[in-house]
């Protein structure tokens, strides 16, 4: 947390740490409050939306470190949060009548979602980027199979029907749905669960913040820009990558299960490749490797397609009837603003002052060249 | 981001002077996949809840010696289980006293949750799968037939034409339901399942199963999936000189599985719960007021219409719109309605839920029997 | 081996086993046809052009769109495929032309990340544009060819289908003698081993690159019309998946090999006809028909882990 302390510090504050605190203090009291704002002027559907947002927070900083920090990209990322979920779903509902705690379930979601990550990695990670890539999206789709169809002759995942009635986050006897109550206060359970994740996502933004500064962060620079230089410079390339492999299928683990506990329902259905590319495109529009800026995307691509919604009513209001789907839109959107980001700002909305000055164009270290001739390759 | 908040409040201080006399609002949900590649269903379930919601207030109704308005508010969940969570809440927090939806399975299921937690009645126009109603919930109920009840009205009628059947499904939570119970009824009546195999509901490709269970040779088919498989499926069967009778559910009984197979529909069996339109008790006059307003019946139109006016019926009886006073009567209800005889049974089924088995004669749909219903 | 009244004979596990080769035998051809593309593109640039497959799904859907609007017009079948042909082969071509042009070549010197997002960026967007045009639906091929079908031993085969194989083989032979006759098949056999080498050798290396997006594209397009005669419909989606398979078919026989993308093609389609047809015997009832999609993938990860120069080795330039 000094990290951003200093760098904020450094940019804007110009040397005034009480300032800086101010501005913590407020964020957190809006922070704190917000449920309540939103719920009074939206209505509680939003703070559901708030809520999905935070997850994908959390996914979207544990796909940033195989994507943003390492540099590979990892187009199966659902299968890790798929894992979490039903081992959360099986070990916590009415499926096979086992129930057990929260402090237990999360870590056990985890773990099997970091081996999961493990395998994955173990035989795949030498691969050059785009076959990485085409696995990664084998694999997910693979994960995906089994749980639609591992329902006979043992019946694990119960198939396409999906596992309901899941156990609703649990702190010793007060469950976070439908309501709490603390202190004489009663919280509905959107906000509970917003409180939650909330706690969750700042560690998980600690976290990644730690691993950033640490030997692994840099080495994962390192491949990520270079890889024959890291290994020259005695990298363990394969421990490393899967370590970024294992570390973001974590997070992705934590998430699913996460999800399982707030819906209350797991099905194939929500674990479907379009999700994969969904929490990349989170990772690659807001600003791959930056922190923050990944969060930004995860936050506006969760809330924007909501927004969407309103087009048709809009469309409706001006034109008389609704010309193009609104849900057609979205993906359409999507598609256009990943090849446009790429082409125009790589680095996203929100990169790291480093990696901007890399992509940029009159960079002198230049990685891009608008000419393609030999001349021009006197570096 | 909400307008409807200010303008609202706008409008009743407009009102206001009017408000004296004005009657009181009752507000009934209506959520079903607006946009998609369902969206033509779904709007047909809001016109069918529509012309039943006008209908009950042009006759000027009265709640506890009080006038009351009902309005309907619409969500589009756009079959998804996310999407339908969040506008099930949305709907709870508007104040609906009772919803008419979803359409599917998948997006009823996880959305009962939030109904039941509010205690507000669920009614489906649409959704089969089983286990919407064996969630232990007093608010779920549904106007048409299950998939255990289709299934069996499928399983029994393929034992007839064949003992030996082959029974295929997509791996889709209503595919597998309703093929699982197909395969049940047809051990129950005696007949054979003498293959089970799968595929996707994107796949195109059948000629790898389907020459497998060529090899077991089946006298029936039952395919438990949708339309765009069907199609290909059963002109493959053909081509692969397979002479099985086809048989399948509603998600196959449609008009554009005929155009997708071509000349390979002819003969095919498909199931629907509820009766034919045109067999329906209030199907004729339905179907005049419906065209006239709407235009053309895509499928659940009259099964909307029907679950808006049993929730209605409830709380008239009930002579209350709160959920709690109403729900008893709910779950005693008996009236006829569009589709025929409406009651429900412990579970929030519809009692004797009639399956109409239809098949492609002359490249029309023709009914052929009624299983159930009385 | 008689036959009875209705030409129905026993129905040996023998004709079961050619049934399903001949089954693997046409979805190959189709594979490979799209597989083509992405293994010419994979050779010269080293980047997957995820979009390929929703090429091929647009020349199925622009080849339905010609068909209905001939349709009740007083030509002959084989004249209406022709002009259906004719209109998609050259639409999909700028496709694939304009395609490179924007989304690939600003980034030709980018990190490898780059190309390889906005190759999804661009298949999302040509998905969803299609679907805006036709709609969600499921679109029909029109019944222009009466289906006759021969039996071969026990098995059956339609005339559709030795039309594809036949179709298909055509086709790959003229790749084939393009790519080693022509000179502009040596520009690209050059370009595919060293780009900058090639440009020293005078080879004009945009137009070559352009030019084998075009020959992919044109080989996309009759891919699609092939599909939808077959399959009886077309489908906005039905590209992604076709393309992925048809990729694996390439990394299977040697990406950037012609030759490996036919035999990938032809091998993916058997494995994935014959592993259908008989996991669940091989598993005992364990795993059946419905994992019947991971073939593909599976073969992919086992090509790749042990084998990733695929069958007939791979023919990429060095990238340092």
Known sequence: MTGVGRRLRASSWQGSPRLAWAAFAALGVLLAALPFLVDAGMGRSWVRILD????????????????????????????????????????????????????????????????????????????????????????????????????????????????????????????????????????????????LFLALTLLTVFVAFRLQRSRIGRAWVAIREDEVAAVAMGINTRNVKLLAFAMGATFGGVGGGLFAAFQGFVSPESFTLLESIMILCMVVLGGMGHIPGVMLGALLLTVLPELLRYIGPLQTAVLGHVAVDPSDLRMLLFGIALVAVMIFRPEGLWPSPQRARELSPDNPDETRQEQETLVDASR | MNLARPLGLALALALLPVAATASDTVKIGCVAPLTGPQAHLGKDIENGARLAIDEINAAKPTLGGKPVRFELVVEDDQADPRTATIVGQKLIDAGVKGVVGHLNSGASIPASKIYSDAGVAQMSPGSTA????????????????????????????????????????????????????????????????????????????????????????????????????????????????????????????????????????????????????????????????????????????????????????????????????????????????????????????????????????????????????? | MGADRDGRRQVTSLDIFLQ??????????????????????????????FAHGEVVMFGAMVSLAVLGALAGAPLPPAAMLAIAAAVAVPVCMAMGFAIERVAYRPLRRAPRLAPLITAIGVSIVLQNVAMIVWGRQYVSFPPLVDLQIYELGGATITNVQILIVALAGLMMAGLLALVRRTRLGRAMRATAQNREVAELMGVDVNRVISATFVIGSALAAIAGMLVAAYYGLAHYGMGFMLGLKAFTAAVLGGIGNIPGAMLGGLLLGIIESLGAGYIGDLTGGFLGSHYQDIFAFLVLILVLVFRPSGLLGERVADRA
């Open chain 2, 130 to 374: 089983i286990l919407y109603t064996r969630q232990g919930f007093k608010t779920t109920y549904r106007v048409m037939a299950n998939d255990a009840q289709q299934g069996k009205a499928l399983g029994s009628a393929a034992v007839k034409i064949g003992r030996r059947v082959a029974v295929v499904d997509d791996r889709t939570a209503y595919g597998q339901g309703l093929a699982d119970e197909v395969a049940k009824a047809v051990v129950a009546a005696g007949g054979e399942v003498v293959g089970r195999e799968f595929t996707t509901d994107k796949s195109t490709d059948f000629t790898a199963i389907l020459t497998s269970l060529k090899a077991k040779k089946p006298d029936v088919v039952v395919y438990g999936g949708m339309d765009p498989q069907a199609a290909p499926m059963v002109r493959q069967m053909r081509q692969l000189g397979i002479k099985a009778t086809y048989m399948g559910g509603d998600g196959m009984q449609s008009a554009e599985f005929i155009k997708l197979a071509g000349s390979a529909a002819e003969g095919v069996i498909g199931s629907s719960p509820g009766l034919p339109l045109e067999k329906m008790p209030g199907g004729g006059a339905f179907t005049q007021k419906f065209n006239a307003r709407f235009g053309k019946i895509q499928i659940y139109a009259p099964f909307a219409y029907d679950a808006a006016q049993v929730l209605v019926a409830a709380m008239k009886q009930a002579d209350s719109a709160e959920p709690a006073k109403y729900l008893p009567e709910l779950a005693k209800l008996s009236v006829d309605g569009v589709i025929g005889p409406i009651a429900f049974d412990a579970y929030g089924d519809l009692k004797d839920g009639p399956v109409t088995l239809y098949q492609v004669k002359g490249g029309q749909w023709a009914p052929i029997e009624t299983v159930g219903g009385k």
């Open chain 3, 20 to 49: 399903q080769l001949l089954n693997g035998l046409v979805l190959g051809s189709l594979y490979a046809l799209v597989a083509l593309g992405y293994t010419m593109v994979y050779g010269i640039l080293e980047l997957i052009n």
């Open chain 1, 52 to 195: 999905f947002a935070l997850l994908y927070v959390m996914l979207a900083l544990g796909l940033n470190i195989v994507v943003g920090f390492a540099g590979l990209l990892d187009l199966g990322y659902v299968a890790f949060y798929a894992v979490g979920a039903y081992v959360y779903a099986l070990l916590a509902s009415p499926h096979f009548g086992i129930h057990l705690p929260f402090w237990a379930l999360l870590p056990l979601g985890a773990a099997f979602a970091c081996l999961a990550g493990v395998l994955l990695g173990a035989p795949t990670l030498r691969l050059r980027g785009d076959y990485l890539a085409i696995v990664t999206l084998g694999f997910g789709e693979i994960v995906r199979i089994f749980l639609n169809n591992l329902n006979a002759p043992i019946n694990v995942t119960n198939g396409p029907q999906g596992v309901n009635l899941i156990d609703p986050i649990r702190f010793g006897d007060t469950a976070l749905h439908p309501s709490v109550t603390l202190f004489g206060v009663t919280l509905p359970g959107t906000h509970a669960h917003y409180y």
